[in-house]
């Protein structure tokens, strides 16, 4: 980040503990998920969370490419996460950047140790991501949409994998950061969890928080995955819902 002067910082915080879009510290940001909005994929999901507009895409499982990634015991998850060039206000360079490439593996990663790719050797599930407009927890609501999609793929999960970003914003934990919170906050805590065990899949942290102040965003963080888990669940039952009600109308 560059340096900024105070006059330049927004007012993150009201004296009645009201964040900058009138959220309190732990309420969630709107959102909407779609289950199998493209037909052309084995799975997709839509999400819209906040200002942020996620598509994800899964095929597979199928043959590997390129072919020496491939394991004879096993599937390989392969994971690609990109910021269409139009996704920000500022001028963003088409193509994977590094960025992007560490997301990609930080998320395939998170699959790895949920999805039974034993069950697949020598094959390839492949997730694709695509944030079509960012604005903070563009990770998160792409590890929500690429779970969902490769449920709506049919891949056997452990779980769905719910993912939520907390952090510290005018020296007070938040869950749930937007742009400006992000960007003038004191630290960002992005976190996937499988929700029957707890088990924490993906952890990462950029700034600064005191054991006490971590303790308290994990639990932030526990309470909202609960909350976009059930809403990850809705959007498969309503897929399915709708699928049976159409067949039925045939």
Request: hydrophobic letters at 45%; aromatic letters at 4%.
């Amino acid at each position: 980040m560059g340096s900024v002067g105070a006059k330049d910082v927004p007012v993150l915080l009201t004296p009645e503990g009201r964040r900058i879009d009138g959220r309190k510290l732990d309420e969630l940001r709107p959102i909407r998920i779609q289950a199998g909005p493209l037909h052309q994929a084995d799975g997709s999901a839509f999400v819209e969370w906040g200002a942020n507009k996620v598509m994800a895409a899964v095929y597979g499982p199928r043959e590997v490419h390129p072919r020496h990634l491939q394991q004879n015991n096993k599937a390989v998850i392969q994971c690609r996460y990109n910021m269409a060039a139009f996704s920000v206000d500022e001028r963003k360079r088409p193509g994977l950047d590094r960025r992007s490439q560490e997301i990609s593996k930080v998320i395939a990663e998170a699959f790895e140790s949920v999805v039974f790719a034993e069950e697949y050797p020598r094959t390839s599930i492949d997730v694709y991501i695509e944030v079509l407009q960012a604005n903070a927890g563009t990770r998160c609501a792409g590890l929500v949409a690429a779970s969902v999609a490769l449920a709506d793929a049919g891949i056997p999960m452990v779980d769905l994998l719910p993912a939520v970003a907390v952090g510290k914003v005018a020296g007070q934990i938040a869950l749930d950061l937007k742009k400006e919170e992000d960007n003038f906050g004191e630290a960002d805590l992005p976190m996937a969890l499988v929700p029957q065990s707890g088990r924490l899949v993906l952890l990462q942290m950029e700034g600064h928080m005191t054991p006490e102040e971590l303790s308290r965003a994990l639990d932030l963080g526990v309470a909202g995955c609960t909350v976009i888990y059930g809403k990850m669940k809705q959007a498969l039952r309503d897929r399915y819902a709708t699928t049976e009600l159409a067949g039925g109308a045939a």
